[in-house]
């Protein structure tokens, strides 16, 4: 039961993006399609799983004075392997997302796990809390390039279903603020009325 | 003129928060009050030249010669940590007024995209030495000026009533898409 919640709390309660506001530069650069978000979503989460799970397996070897930069030097190593295999396997995505994917090393969130969840606890949990909070974020990009997707260029996933361009307003850089202040507070009042 | 140009695309066009969406964190973080925001600013623009000096010279003589390219990521973040912990050290011992200002935003900086986005554009923009300084400076600058602007306007909010789920966060972003609209008048400038 207990394990099941640290991996569902990142999905809705605590969701990274809609009620912590962490990791905001990937969430508004790279989602002006439902593709791309998905993509940035799963490549930080790949991150996120691999750095919780190494930090919380040396979390009791390294001293407390040098922690933060060894956090940064485990996950810059694993943004380095997501990097190269993108640049390998998905060149077309890696041009789309370029200078985002280098910056997964500052997103607050893949360090704010590191440091607040994982360096306390054991390995599986740590996982788990990765997997759940990464899911949560990939989910929130994944609705935000949708958004932005559909209303922006009348498309989902690539596949046209109006003629002409859509409000191309929201592929463009004012677009990127205002769908996610509106999608933020609805779920603001979805979550109250849970609550 | 050619630094002029670099000033203007980095300031206006290409501003790194609104056009850019880098340094979205400390943007919303700190820009509920007009003068931490103003400290923000001289914190990251310190932080970014001299960043962006260093890890251009690493770049053109430590990795390029020696085919590391693929190192770039965890070298630069490394020198940025570094560097803004020396910057701290310093400060406190040399200026411990200019500490009193900057200080407690200094910690703040390691994990802002944007210094470390403006170092690794440097690189891709294949900018010389002169130029990378003029380019990370203005970028400081376009940073300050959206900063300062949205502050400002956040500061007069405060006596507006809001509708109740968009307070906060929300209407923060409303805002600064709107000021976003606002720079794309300046696309086309340079």
Known sequence: ?195 | MEYFVILISAIFVNNIVLAKFLGICPFMGVSSRLETSVGMTGAVAFVMVLATIVTYLLQYYVLNPLGLGFMQTITFILVIAALVQMVEIVLKKVSPELYQALGIFLPLITTNCAVLGVAILTIQGKYNLPEAVVFSFSTALGFGLALVLLSSIREALDMVEVPKGMKGIPIAFVVAGILAMAFMGFAGLV
Do not use: H
């Open chain 1, 1 to 195: 039961m207990n394990q099941w919640k640290n991996f569902s709390k990142g999905l809705i309660a605590e969701n990274a993006i809609f009620v912590q506001v962490l990791g905001m530069c990937p969430t508004l650069g790279t989602t002006t399609s439902a593709y791309n978000g998905l993509g940035m979503g799963l490549a930080t989460t790949f991150v996120l799983v691999m750095s919780n799970i190494v930090v919380s397996m040396v979390r009791n070897y390294i001293p407390d004075k040098v922690r933060i930069p060894s956090f940064i030097v485990i996950i810059a190593s694993f943004v380095t392997v997501v990097e190269l295999t993108m640049q390998a396997y998905l060149p077309a995505l890696f041009e789309e997302l370029g200078l985002f994917i280098p910056l997964i090393v500052v997103n607050c969130l893949v360090l704010g796990r590191a440091e607040a969840f994982a360096s306390k606890n054991t390995i599986w949990s740590s996982t788990l809390d990765g997997l759940g909070m990464g899911l949560g974020f990939t989910l929130a990009l994944f609705m935000l390039g949708s958004v932005r997707e559909i209303l922006g260029s009348g498309s989902w996933f690539g596949l046209k279903f109006i003629q002409g361009d859509g409000m191309l307003l929201f592929v463009l850089a004012p677009g990127a603020f205002l769908a996610l202040a509106y999608l933020i507070a609805i779920m603001n009042k979805f979550n109250r009325k849970n609550a």
